[in-house]
Structures are given as structure tokens and as C-alpha cells.
């Protein structure tokens, strides 16, 4: 019997098709409930709070300076209402010049004194609060960025990457803006609003009560239209989610929408996802307009009576000229503070929505630990997995793996065929511990993973993709990506990269190891990217090697070069090979024929052909030319 290796890779694929698929595709829009996402609770919010530490003195310091902002201007408008004065006759009988030129220098110094502490007060909250902007930024991005990375695996399973990245920008520029700028200015305007009352009141306190008689209409005002606003704001941020998701999703796809001439209907669909946010924003924009519109009629409705009011009561000698200057301009500013203080209102909500936009993350326990656990000794390499039974979180219903059982001794290289859906790559994610089965164990050495510290395992098992993912780094950094660059010689990168055959075309570059690779390492070819996977393998030193279709994607040169290196990689180590393409594994010590999530045949490679009417045999007719000896 002789058997033919050079057949187009497209046969093999061709042939898995053929073959019933356990696990259905999820409909695409479908939305999916996260079991773990935590509930959360008002005081929820301080968890927030807590996470700016020391930068809320920071936020103090501003605060006080807007606040001192806030008092120089009742100030200015108090000392303003004593200059009128000094040209008031007192008793029927005017002031001398010399008394008039004392009071004017008098008063011109306090203005001084107004100007200097407008200057103090000014730096102290621009210098302060711009500090504690950047400082919340980074903590906020700094927090919600570990917590993202330390999720599980099933997380990233239901949740759109624009949706997950998108907080970073658009929704912690938020709560930097509202606990710093806005907080500050509202702090600002409510001290002039109480020191403003205050002042007023002392004047003239029967013109101040009339011209605060419709403040309590205006607080209602502003409660309600601020609610209306959280509310928009959460429904507007789940929409800009959604598009933001889109736009991620078409343009790291964008070769296969361009190729496909369906950038049209990808345009229609984001049109239509952004449909809403006319809605919302419309609603947002009448909100905020009947708001303003109702507070400034009511402000300065109530100053039309307030000044009639005022003005009867100079006639009737109650108060004088300078007083009603005095009390009407410290009134209009305390009011005035109010209505701006209400359009600030309406960003602390949205800050407030975006709070609960990182809570869903900072606040979610994942289900797999990323710190615990023991690490093994130097003879890694058994792996057991007892009667498995697993099925997706975002496909419970489907069953991948039922009642699975499997050994792979120290040393032993072993393959996984069958076709798509039928739970090869569902053991490489089980052992890697992305997902924990709902029944059953899986061992190392004897020792079930969950007991096993997360980052050991990691280190100890390399895994090689059909699709490797590359940074955007130079090559150097890439090969050393696992260990660190910081933790490895030049010597010992060009070492791995001479054992994956990649040193060649990497010194043939204008910069040679620090050739800077783009987004996924898009300026290299498949075979390339391939190599300088193995590379990084190899120089993580892993006992135990997973290759998961790592040649299948590749031409017939390409593939050669890629399989000489992935031999010296297996070489010593426990190996699992996946492939659709039987060439690549005829050398496995066993190779396991899955479908549904079974293991229907299991032997050499010789062995399984001579199955008469067996899956593996007629995989290997559809690839391979058989003919008899």
C-alpha cells in the first residue's frame, strides 16, 4: 500500500465538511446572558471612588480654589454695592470730595486684593483638578484593563470587543471630566449660591425671599429632567456599544468584506444600528432644552418681580440704591449658580451610567482563577482527562464533549482528527483551563487542573494555532513575547528562530530581528508568521505542546518548512496534534478519530488504514491516493 503526501490542502477540508457537525452555529445577533455578570447596588458606586485613592485630595485642593472662585465674585459685586453708596447723600446731605476720594482708594484696594485672590484661586483649581483628571484616567484604564485581562475565557465568548474597549475612551473620559471639571464647577456654584443667600438675606432679607420664592420649582425641574438624562445616557452608551462592535468587527475583517463587495451592506447595517441613537439624542437634546428653557424663565421671571419689589422698597427708604444693587447682583449671581449648576447635573448622571459600565467588568468575578493553585514538579507531561462532559456557555444546550475519557502518557505524541464541531479543539481549550467542565476532571500528573496555579500552567503548556497571532512589535519582542525580553539574550532568540527555520527570511529584513511587524503581524506571509509562532514556543520551553491546525493553512513549501521545524518543537515533550490534514500527523504515536465529541477509532497511522470501512481510512482516500502494493 502506498500513499501519496502531496495532495492540495484543500482536500482535506473538503472532506471534514462531508461529515455531520456536532456544534450548530449561534445565530449572529444573538444576545447572550452573561450567568456571572454581578449585581450591582448604589453604593457600588464607592467602589469607584475608592479606586482614585490619594487623587481625592487633589480633587479637594481644585475644589477649594473653585470655591474661592465662587466667593470673589459675591465679593466684587458686594464691594461694587458700597461704591454706589459713597455717591448717596447720607441724611439729606451729600459726603465731602475728600471723603468720596478716601472711599473710592479704599475701595480700589479691595478690588486689588479681589484680583490677587481671583489669581490664587484660579491656578490652585485649573493646576489641582487637571492633575487629578490625568491621575483618574490612568487609574480608571490602569483597573479596568487587569480586571478585562483577568477574565475568563468564556467572557470574551459572549461580548463584543468594541463593547469591552470602547469604556476605555469614551466612558472613563467621562468620569474623569465629571469628578474633577464638573464636580468642581458645581461645587463652585453652590458655594455662591449659599454664601450668595447669605449676603443677600443680611442686606435685605424681605428682596431676597421674594426673589427665592420659585428656587423649589427649579430644584424639581432639574431632578427630574436629570433623570430622564441617566436614563438616555445608558440606553445612547448601549447603541454607541453596538456600533462600536460593528466597526470593530468589519474593520479587522476588512479583506474579506472587500473581497466579498458587501461594504454597502455593512454601511446599511450600521445605519440602521445608529438608528436609535437619532431617537435617543433627539430625546436628550429636548430634555436639556425644555430644562434650560424652564429654569432661565423662571430665573428671570422671578428677578422681574424681585427688582419691582426691590424698587418700591428704595422709594419707601427701606433700603438704599447701593442696596439694591448690592442685593440684586449677589441674587442674580446665587440664581444664575443655580441653573448652571443644574446643566452640570445631567454629566454627573452620565458619569454616574458610565460607573456601571466598568462595574459590570471591575466588579465580575470570572469563573477560572488567575492567581492559586500548586505548581508541579520538573516531570510534566501525563494528561488524563475522566469522563469529560462540557458544553459551551454561550451553547449550553449543545453537548461537545459527553462522558469523555482519555490518556496521554509523558512523552507521547498524539493526534485528534474528525470533523468541525466534533471537540478537538474543545480538548486543547479544556486543557489550556480557558473553560472548566461541568463534570468530569482534567489531570496533569495526576493532579486535577483546577488545583493547579493558573500561571504555571500557562508556562508549561505552548500551544501553536493555524492563525498565530502577532503583535505589534518587532520581531524580536514577538519571539520573546512569552518569557519577556527582559528575560532572554539576543542569543537565545536567534537560537529559537533558527530551530523554527525563520532566521533566514528575518535577517533578509531592512532591520533584521527589529523589523517592526504590524497589526497581527500582517506584513509577513503565512508561513513566515508560522515560523515565528514555533519560535516562540520553543524558546518558552513548554513540557507540554499543543499544535491546533498549525499547517493547514499553508502552501505545499511553506508547509515542509513549518513541519521540520514543528518536529525539533515536539521533540522530548508531550505533543496533541489537531489537523484535518492526515499527512501532518502519519508519525503520531497514537492518533484518535473524534466525531460528536467520541473517540470512534484510535491506533497508528498504518494501523487505522487497514480499518476496513473506517472513518480514518476513508479521510485518508478522500486526501491521499491509496493503491494497493
Not at 520553543?538 to 502552501?555: F, I
Amino acid at each position: 500500500m502506498s500513499i501519496n503526501s502531496n495532495q492540495k490542502e484543500g482536500a482535506s477540508t473538503s472532506t471534514m465538511d462531508t461529515l455531520p457537525n456536532s456544534a450548530p452555529e449561534k445565530p449572529q445577533n444573538e444576545e447572550i446572558k452573561d450567568e456571572r455578570e454581578p449585581k450591582l447596588y448604589f453604593f457600588d458606586h464607592f467602589r469607584i471612588f475608592k479606586l482614585f485613592g490619594w487623587t481625592w485630595f487633589l480633587i479637594l485642593l481644585g475644589m477649594l480654589g473653585s470655591m474661592g472662585n465662587g466667593v470673589i465674585m459675591l465679593i466684587f459685586q458686594f464691594i461694587f454695592g458700597d461704591l454706589i453708596n459713597i455717591f448717596q447723600p447720607v441724611n439729606g446731605v451729600m459726603p465731602s470730595t475728600d471723603v468720596m476720594r478716601a472711599a473710592i482708594s479704599d475701595i480700589s484696594l479691595k478690588f486689588t486684593y479681589v484680583a490677587i485672590g481671583s489669581m490664587v484661586a484660579s491656578f490652585t483649581a485649573q493646576f489641582f483638578l487637571s492633575w487629578a483628571n490625568e491621575r483618574i484616567g490612568i487609574t480608571l484604564r490602569k483597573s479596568y484593563f487587569n480586571q478585562l485581562t483577568n477574565q475568563d475565557v468564556a467572557f470574551f465568548d459572549i461580548k463584543k470587543t468594541g463593547a469591552l474597549t470602547l469604556p476605555l475612551s469614551d466612558d472613563i473620559s467621562k468620569i474623569q471630566d465629571a469628578w474633577t471639571n464638573k464636580l468642581s464647577t458645581l461645587m463652585q456654584h453652590l458655594t455662591t449660591i449659599i454664601i450668595g443667600l447669605v449676603l443677600a438675606f443680611v442686606s435685605s432679607w424681605q428682596m431676597s425671599l421674594v426673589s427665592i420664592s420659585t428656587v423649589p420649582l427649579m430644584l424639581v425641574i432639574g431632578g427630574v429632567m436629570g433623570k430622564f438624562t441617566e436614563v438616555l445616557t445608558v440606553r445612547s452608551g448601549n447603541v454607541i456599544s453596538k456600533s462600536a462592535s460593528k466597526a470593530n468587527e468589519v474593520v479587522s475583517s476588512f479583506k474579506t468584506v472587500k473581497s466579498m463587495g458587501v461594504e454597502g451592506r455593512e454601511q446599511l447595517q450600521f445605519a440602521s444600528i445608529l438608528k436609535k441613537l437619532h431617537l435617543y439624542g433627539l430625546l436628550k437634546a429636548l430634555t436639556q432644552g425644555v430644562s434650560m428653557g424652564a429654569e432661565n424663565l423662571i430665573m428671570w421671571g422671578t428677578s422681574s418681580l424681585a427688582f419691582w419689589y426691590a424698587g418700591n422698597l428704595v422709594i419707601d427708604g427701606v433700603i438704599t440704591i447701593g442696596d439694591l444693587v448690592k442685593v440684586f447682583g449677589l441674587l442674580l449671581f446665587a440664581i444664575f449658580s443655580m441653573a448652571q449648576g443644574f446643566i452640570m447635573l445631567p454629566d454627573i448622571s452620565k458619569a454616574l451610567a458610565s460607573h456601571r459600565t466598568l462595574l459590570l467588568v471591575i466588579k465580575r468575578k470570572p469563573a477560572i482563577p488567575t492567581t492559586g493553585g500548586k505548581s508541579l514538579g520538573e516531570n510534566v507531561g501525563k494528561i488524563e482527562f475522566r469522563n469529560v462532559k462540557f458544553s459551551y456557555p454561550s451553547r449550553p444546550d449543545v453537548k461537545v464533549l459527553e462522558d469523555f475519557s482519555l490518556n496521554i502518557e509523558v512523552g507521547q505524541s498524539i493526534a485528534l482528527v474528525g470533523p468541525s464541531g466534533s471537540g478537538k479543539s474543545t480538548i486543547v481549550g479544556l486543557l489550556e483551563r480557558f473553560y472548566d467542565p461541568q463534570e468530569g476532571s482534567v489531570l496533569i500528573d495526576g493532579v486535577d487542573i483546577k488545583e493547579i496555579d493558573s500561571a504555571w500552567l500557562h508556562k508549561n503548556i505552548g500551544i501553536v494555532t493555524q492563525e498565530p497571532v502577532l503583535f505589534a512589535c518587532s520581531i524580536r519582542e514577538n519571539i520573546a513575547y512569552a518569557v519577556g525580553i527582559e528575560n532572554v539574550t539576543d542569543q537565545e532568540i536567534e537560537k529559537a528562530a533558527r530551530a523554527a527555520n525563520c532566521h533566514n527570511f528575518i535577517v533578509d529584513l531592512p532591520n533584521g530581528y527589529n523589523t517592526l511587524l504590524g497589526e497581527k503581524g500582517v506584513s509577513l506571509s503565512g508561513g513566515q508568521k508560522q515560523r515565528v509562532a514555533i519560535a516562540r514556543a520553543l524558546l518558552q520551553n513548554p513540557k507540554v505542546l499543543l499544535l491546533d491546525e498549525a499547517t493547514s493553512a499553508l502552501d505545499t513549501e511553506s508547509e515542509a518548512l513549518v513541519q521540520a521545524a514543528l518536529e525539533t518543537l515536539m521533540k522530548g515533550r508531550t505533543s496533541i496534534s489537531i489537523a484535518h490534514r492526515l499527512s501532518t500527523v502519519q508519525n503520531c504515536d497514537v492518533i484518535y478519530v473524534l466525531v460528536k465529541g467520541e473517540i470512534k477509532e484510535s491506533g497508528l497511522h498504518s494501523d487505522l488504514l487497514n480499518v476496513q470501512d473506517g472513518i480514518y481510512r476513508k479521510l485518508a482516500e478522500k486526501q491521499m491516493v491509496i493503491s494497493e502494493q
